[in-house]
Structures are given as C-alpha cells and as structure tokens.
C-alpha cells in the first residue's frame, strides 16, 4: 500500500466540506479535473472508494466518513506539533 499522502488528505477534507468537486476545487483554484485525480490517488491507496455521487453532489460513504474523522485528528495533531515546536 502506497504511503498517505497529507496533501491529498487536505483536499478529501476539502471536497467532503463542499459536497462537489467543482465547488471545492474552485475554492482550492485547481481545476476539477486535477482535484478528481488526487481524491482517485487517496482512494487507490486506501483501497476503498470514499465519496458517492448523489445527483449532483458528493456524499462521503462509510469509508468517507472513517477516513474524514481520521483526517481531522491528524490535522489536529500536525497543528498541535507545530504549535509546540514554535512555544505557542
């Protein structure tokens, strides 16, 4: 299994925050395409898809939401090493 991948991470999270591609990439000023293939590349190395369309939307499947909630705890844990190293 491919290592993770944090930036990848950052854009799932993004994504799952909007409910569409278009919109999150908009937010991120990628194009949907780009961001696709990056949230495909996180897929791929979890092994399991994370997202399914519903209309229009995005909506996280169970996989989503175990890998967002995990995602979540490790951008907390990289603010909280930052934070500590810098004496905040």
Request: proline share 2%; net charge positive; no cysteine.
């Amino acid at each position: 299994m491919p290592p993770l991948n944090l930036h990848h991470l950052r854009l799932f999270s993004a994504v799952a925050e909007d409910g569409t591609l278009t919109g999150a990439a908009r937010r991120l000023n990628l194009s949907a395409s780009a961001l696709s293939a990056q949230v495909k590349a996180l897929e791929g190395a979890l092994g399991h898809d994370l997202f399914e369309r519903r209309g229009r939307g995005l909506v996280l499947t169970e996989a989503g939401r175990i890998a967002l909630d995990h995602a979540q705890a490790i951008f907390r844990t990289a603010e909280d090493l930052s934070a500590t190293l810098k004496g905040g």
